[in-house]
């Protein structure tokens, strides 16, 4: 029996010829598979490590994580304000320096304390709120004691004026000055400082002689000046 051989065959040469071609053509097929296998697989990986997951804005997270009760910084702008050391010393000083009478004089009208006395220039009764002192003409007006001189100004009634404040809450209020004045708003003085002259500028008091009107207020109520002097300077 021969041994048959399908190469030999009609068959077997045309498979021959094209099974170079079928085996190159599952090579292929194969190769693209396992391509397009590959292909899923990254694809499938890098889909997994894209995952995008929504993040809080940083402003929202902030708040949210705010602390209650934290102490704010101060600044220059939110600082309180405090006195200034001239202040502090003007206060202290006023305990410690003499007062004296702005003149030296007779007291030609004394202080009312809220009763209502006689103007001789205006003829009605009024209070008086101050001392008036008799002085000549020109004769140097001095600062009762240490202090800041707040207000220099022309008075259509009280004429040429002059306040200082003396700390601790007394006010001297000086009227009826020549415009002469040796002080100027924002000036300190010390007790006994030539701060202006005696005139005769007051119409309100133009009848009476001569005088410097000389009145204290302590905290906005009028205070007599002699009680207020001290007994060994009077």
Same mark, same amino acid.
């Given at each position: 029996?021969?041994?048959? %051989?399908?190469?030999?065959?009609?068959?077997? $040469?045309?498979?021959?010829?094209?099974?170079?071609? @079928? =085996?190159?053509?599952?090579? #292929?097929?194969?190769?693209?598979?396992?391509?397009?296998?590959?292909?899923? $697989?990254? *694809? !499938?990986?890098?889909?997994?490590? #894209?995952?995008?997951?929504? =993040?809080?804005? *940083?402003?929202?997270?902030?708040?949210?994580?705010?602390?209650? !009760?934290?102490?704010?910084?101060?600044?220059?702008?939110?600082?309180?304000?405090?006195?200034?050391?001239?202040?502090?010393?003007? !206060?202290?000083?006023?305990? =410690?320096?003499?007062?004296?009478?702005?003149?030296?004089?007779?007291?030609?009208?004394?202080?009312?304390?809220? +009763?209502?006395? $006689? %103007?001789?220039? #205006?003829?009605?009764?009024?209070?008086?709120?101050?001392?008036?002192?008799?002085?000549?003409?020109?004769?140097?007006?001095?600062?009762?004691?240490?202090?800041?001189?707040?207000?220099?100004?022309?008075?259509?009634?009280?004429?040429?004026?002059?306040?200082?404040?003396?700390?601790?809450? *007394?006010?001297?209020?000086?009227?009826?000055?020549?415009?002469?004045?040796?002080? %100027?708003?924002?000036?300190?003085?010390?007790?006994? !400082? *030539? @701060?202006?002259?005696?005139?005769?500028?007051?119409?309100?008091?133009?009848? +009476?002689?001569?005088?410097?009107?000389?009145? #204290?207020?302590?905290?906005?109520?009028? =205070?007599?000046?002699?009680?207020?002097? %001290?007994?060994?300077?009077?």
């Amino acid at each position: 029996m021969k041994n048959f %051989s399908i190469k030999n065959t009609k068959l077997g $040469k045309t498979l021959g010829k094209k099974g170079l071609y @079928i =085996t190159a053509g599952a090579c #292929l097929l194969a190769l693209a598979g396992a391509g397009v296998a590959a292909y899923n $697989k990254t *694809v !499938d990986s890098i889909n997994k490590s #894209l995952v995008i997951t929504e =993040t809080e804005p *940083v402003v929202t997270r902030a708040a949210e994580n705010k602390v209650e !009760d934290v102490p704010k910084e101060t600044t220059a702008a939110t600082k309180k304000p405090t006195e200034s050391k001239t202040d502090e010393k003007t !206060d202290l000083d006023t305990k =410690t320096q003499p007062n004296i009478m702005p003149v030296t004089g007779e007291i030609i009208t004394e202080f009312s304390n809220g +009763e209502l006395v $006689k %103007s001789e220039t #205006l003829g009605v009764w009024k209070t008086h709120d101050g001392i008036d002192i008799k002085a000549d003409l020109g004769t140097p007006v001095k600062a009762m004691n240490k202090g800041k001189v707040i207000k220099v100004w022309s008075d259509p009634l009280w004429g040429n004026c002059i306040n200082i404040d003396h700390g601790n809450g *007394v006010t001297g209020h000086y009227y009826g000055l020549t415009a002469a004045a040796t002080v %100027s708003e924002g000036d300190y003085v010390n007790s006994g !400082d *030539v @701060i202006g002259a005696v005139g005769d500028t007051a119409q309100i008091e133009i009848a +009476e002689a001569t005088h410097l009107h000389f009145a #204290l207020d302590r905290n906005g109520i009028w =205070t007599d000046p002699v009680d207020f002097i %001290s007994p060994s300077t009077k």
